[in-house]
């Protein structure tokens, strides 16, 4: 069960991720893949680990759905 909603939680995240890329929401996207990363390498080696990432990423995906961050301007 508990892999059932880990795969769930993963392909949520991933679908958010398109759905960013998609609607041209480039700086939210590439916030979004720099959360997933710092935290992949915070928690991963481990499969525990590598959920704990994932759903957290998944969660701030959701955050900056609602709240979108201020492009950068170089």
């Known amino acids: 069960m508990e892999f059932l909603l880990l795969g769930l939680a993963t392909a949520a995240n991933f679908i958010l991720l ?3 890329y998609d609607h041209d929401r480039h700086t939210d996207l590439l916030l979004d893949l720099t959360t997933l990363a710092i935290l992949s390498y915070l928690f991963g080696g481990t499969s525990s680990g590598m959920a704990v990432a994932m759903i957290g990423g998944a969660f701030i995906s959701i955050y900056l ?3 979108t961050p201020e492009p950068v301007h170089g």
């Open 18 to 20: 398109k759905w960013k």
């Open 65 to 67: 759905l609602f709240t």
